[in-house]
């Protein structure tokens, strides 16, 4: 690290270290410069002139913008001097003289910099006596945020953060000098999926937010700082009035999202305040609520009766004919509330929150974990071998992006087709489905003379020079239409790579604290196993399971064979989500008694027999693991709609009407019981969550060791009339949240099949055209669309979409997975 | 000074009809520079235009020996960009070089290259010059195939790419940094000097030179005469012969080579072989000595010579030698109003200051134009100007990033210091008679 530099700032010395901003580092001095283009998360632009200040370095005082000049060694700033105040008076005399005066309708005003910094520094009166400049009011750039060219104050933040920030270039300055303007391209919206942020980020009201327009003023609301339960665990500003949320705001957390948010998660709090949320306990009956085991339909019930049905069905059966799907929507304390009642009370191993789409319980626990910080430290090489994170981890694609655009870090890509993160990849290493862990291990033994999975030799060649230092895998699922075997060959051959660590991409929110807290077969909490764990936790839990139980598969397989009393659904749809659709509809006919806790009816819900309603995160308090690991808090806003309750004391509930205390009566009881039994967890407390907003870190690692995959996987020979295929999913599904939001839902585009064009003539079929793709398993009716960063001889299918549902395709064991396009004729 | 007498270095061959041909250019002594300059080292070709001290011809003004001193050692690539992009109302030297001697600004930019062992140039021709860019298209056709520019040019281990690149018709991309962001495709605006100066960040982030092309088209003749020979003729720094765009009120409009330096304002304006007087016998008002963005000069300044450093202490400046020349007949108000609105609509937009400001100016001279002018407008006016330019003084400071805000201060500056009864006269309601006078002594 090179020396401070000392500088003088209205007559103070500071030091700071060199390469500061002197906008920063007069702020960390504590004096304030006024500004409004400058932002921290992007690179300075110099654009408003507003953060001018007097600047001496040896040469006598001159006007120069803090937010583009660095502090240098004897400079001496004068933010306070009368030219300095004079420039600055001016400038916002400027950025007034054509800003409409809208203030008391405007949705900004309340939390405006530019009415604030106007209050601060401006001028009392205006001098402007013409005409303002006039725009249409306001016009739409997509569907949810509007944009109010007359109180544009022009500061390039929002078409800054499309184009350097995301990438999505799709706003931009039209026209000169007085007439500029921010604007899209003729007939091509801001089709960005963070859209939103821009609103957030506009220092004025220029752009706004349908969902939120007109519903509040901002002095109104009252916040709390809370994260968002996505697989990054994305920090947030909660924010309601009346007990209503009605906006979500990043918060800039320095090691996760640094303030972005997609607009999935942003406008998704409209779902939770949905007129289809669950507010009170149903179970199966007739008629006006009439209660009655064998009725064809669900009624209103209440707690006692609701709960005292389950209890009797499963005091009634045995442990190992009790099943609980699902959990990684709950909360930390919640997963270890029912993991205590399932493992500890019920005696049954039959947990399982990975839906078997995800990595396999010992590659999440058992691989070496990197941070997001050291995924994206400078100089390191991340390699992606996963989903697109444009599409699934919408705030890792932004710090992904931003360390290889900013920090010189390399991206290595290694996936099926093209991701967001293409055109900024060093090397991109497309492999065949199914071949992902040949090319992998070509690539860290430098044996790739000849093609290896698709992908040239030389390509390999290339891409093994940028793995000289630090790596970073980014490990997940590309595809549900190949099995998890060729993924966990490609780890164990980086695994094999000094200096390398994971970042594991998984699908759903809380999948990491759901295996913290043991919820899948053989697992107990604090990344043990039952035998490593039986001790400790045998202690203070009535009971432990002897044996290993049953996954997701053979839970549903257990199910539809009537081999099951009791299955619980813990905030989890199989109908929907389900890789097997049909086991699962046979698995919710067969049991006897399926207990649904979740906050919508879904399909899945609407088939159970007894319905318990949760409180979403916004109604209740706990805390979150994100995919490195951190836990940080989630906080309750508001109430729960109708008598909904939080998921951990549902679970403590039912316990009770089974006869059993889970001394568990607010969520920080779950660490002071958890704390002293995890050898993970001992420095991990409700106070040490509360104090710190970047959360607690775990990075012990635990009793689970990583379990290499058998190398010889067979792969069905290529045909020259098939397509391989890739299943992924989008950022606008069907997902239950998505559907939710009315905002939201029409961004979900109908399901498609994705070839190259190269293709199209190879099979005789036109781009839009409508086909039948057949598979080993099953055949459906599909448009298909050209899309030339799918690689050749390769399929993308969405998964979860709507219309075609390529599940009937799908064959869970099959390493990879051939279609055949036909056209009919 | 008769026209015979004069040494034309960089107009040479605009009487000659092929002169804008590879035939014609090279019967004239073309290529020949290029030749020689293949002989010499590029040290010692840099040291000759060094020795010529040869003024950048764009505006600033700076030495261009010195300024490719400037590229930071063994970093490549690095880049020579030639400013063709000449947009200063009353400035149109740059144009008929480009139409009238294409191969002298080509041959000029390859020995450039030479000197600073680059081998990539980009040919910046504003967008409105359509003829302009057809003959240096017409014109590096031909010194490609002569194999004047390209790979092993004349044989040697040289090569050297010239690719031409049509502006948009921005005048802010006249601007050496907003010129390199219009080059990488980018809308055009000015980066901010520091960190952005181009000899050390400019095109694609590598170290870069931008010329103006009538400095250019200089270097051939430096090479073939030396840089001494250059330096002989103009006085103290400025040396060599100016292109000077006279236009306005006088007889000839015009565009004349004269010595640097040595030259007065009275010689070019009011000489019979120049610009030859003011139009119909009139009186001289005012005259803007180097581009719309310079302060005003009067009759007083007329026996000032062509020499940058005199001009700068008098508080104007050369500018891009365009001089325009404004007789008694003038409305300074609306003289000052059509400058200020060029300004105004020019602005990129990019530093609040100018976009907002130089409109603002503008929406007030025309309010005073249309009879609705307030006593405080003048005050008004002069505190906006001090707002974008701060203190008013000369060279003006900036609170913004580029000098166009400025530019537009100076004419403000100027009429109101020189001519504040005439706007007294608008705002009083009872118009001056300038207007009235004039029609009389229009010829």
Known sequence: MSEPVTFTVDGAQVRTEPGTLLITACEDAGVYIPRFCHHERMNPVGMCRMCIVEVDIGRGPALQPSCMLTVSEGMVVHTESEVTKKAQDGVLEFLLINHPLDCPVCDKGGECPLQDQTMAYGPGESRFVEEKRHFAKPIPVNANVLLDRERCILCDRCTRFADEVVGDPLIHFLDRGNETQVNTFPDQPFASYFSGNTVQICPVGALTAKPFRFKARPWDLEEVVSTYPNPMGDRIAVQSSRDQVLRFQGIDSDPVNWGWLTDKERFSFEAFQSDHRLTDPLVRGHGLNQADPDGDELVASNWSRALQTVADAIAASEPERIAFLGGARLTNEAQYAWTKLAKGVIGTDNVDALLGDELPAHALLGLPRATIDEACRPGGTIVLIGPDPKEQLGTLYIRLRHAVLEDGAELIELTPTATGLSSIAAARLHARPGEVGAVARALVSGQAAADVGGVPGADIEAARALLGGPVTVVLGRASVAESVEPTLEAAEAFRGLEDTRFLLAIRRGNTMGALDMGMHPGLLPGRTTLGTGRGAFGGVWPTVPETVGSDTAAILAAGAAGELDVLVLLGVDPLGDALDPELAQAALDTTPTVVAVDLFPTPSVRAAHVVLPAAAFTESSGSHTNLEGRITAIRQKVTPPGTARADWAIAAELAGYLGADLGIESHADVWAELAPLSAVHRDVDAAAIEADEDGVLVTATGRVSFEAPDRHVELSPLDAYALRLVASRRMYDQGTLVQQSPHLAGLAAPSSLRVNSYDFNRLGVDPGQEVRVVSATGALDIGVLADDSVPRGVAVIDYNRSGADCRVLLDPDATSLDVRIETGT | ?443
């Open chain 2, 1 to 443: 000074m008769s026209p015979a007498e004069r040494v034309l270095i960089t107009t040479s061959r605009w009487d000659q009809a092929d002169g804008h041909t590879l035939a014609g250019y090279e019967r004239t002594g073309g290529y020949t520079a290029l030749k020689r300059a293949l002989e010499m080292t590029p040290a010692a070709v840099h040291e000759e235009v060094r020795t010529a001290s040869l003024l950048g011809r764009g505006g600033a003004g700076f030495p261009a020996g010195v300024k490719w001193g400037f590229l930071p050692a063994e970093v490549w690539p690095r880049y020579l960009v030639v400013n063709g992009d000449e947009s200063e109302p009353g400035t149109y030297k740059d144009r008929i070089l480009m139409e009238r001697d294409p191969h002298q600004l080509i041959e000029g930019s390859v020995i450039t290259c030479y000197a600073m062992g680059l081998t990539q140039c980009f040919l910046y021709v504003r967008g409105e010059m359509a003829f302009a860019q057809e003959r240096i298209a017409a014109a590096l056709d031909e010194a490609y195939d002569a194999g004047y520019v390209g790979r092993n040019i004349l044989g040697t281990e040289l090569s050297v790419d010239v690719i031409l690149h049509w502006g948009a018709g921005a005048y802010i991309v006249g601007e050496e940094t907003a010129l390199i962001e219009s080059l990488e495709g980018n809308r055009g605006m000015p980066r901010l000097k520091p960190p952005f100066f181009p000899a050390a960040i400019g095109l694609y982030g590598q170290p870069t030179i931008v010329n103006n092309v009538e400095t250019l088209a200089n270097i051939p003749w430096i090479v073939n005469n030396g840089g001494e020979a250059f330096a002989a003729m103009g006085a103290d720094a400025s040396t060599g012969t100016r292109i000077f765009a006279v236009s306005g009120h006088v007889q000839k409009p015009g565009v004349y080579e004269v010595e640097f330096g040595t030259t007065t304002f009275r010689d070019i304006i009011m000489g019979e072989d120049l610009a030859g007087g003011i139009r119909g016998g009139n009186d001289l008002k005012a005259f803007i000595p180097g581009g719309a963005s310079a302060p005003w000069f009067y009759e007083e300044h007329l026996d000032l010579p062509l020499e940058k450093a005199v001009v700068d202490k008098a508080g104007s400046m050369l500018g891009s030698g365009a001089i325009v020349v404004m007789d008694h007949t003038t409305d300074a108000v609306k003289a000052c109003h059509n400058v200020v609105r060029f300004f105004a609509r020019e602005s990129c937009g990019k530093c609040s200051p100018c976009r907002e400001g130089t409109s603002w100016l503008e929406k007030i001279l025309l309010r005073i134009l249309a009879g609705h002018g307030r006593r405080s407008d003048l005050d008004l006016l002069l505190d906006v100007c001090d707002n974008i330019s701060p203190g008013l003084d000369w060279p003006p400071k900036q609170t913004t990033i580029c000098p166009l805000g400025p530019s537009a201060v100076a004419p403000i500056a100027s009429a109101i210091e020189r001519f504040a009864d005439e706007f007294h006269a608008y705002i009083e309601g009872n118009r001056l008679s300038v207007t009235a006078a004039g029609a009389e002594g229009q010829a």
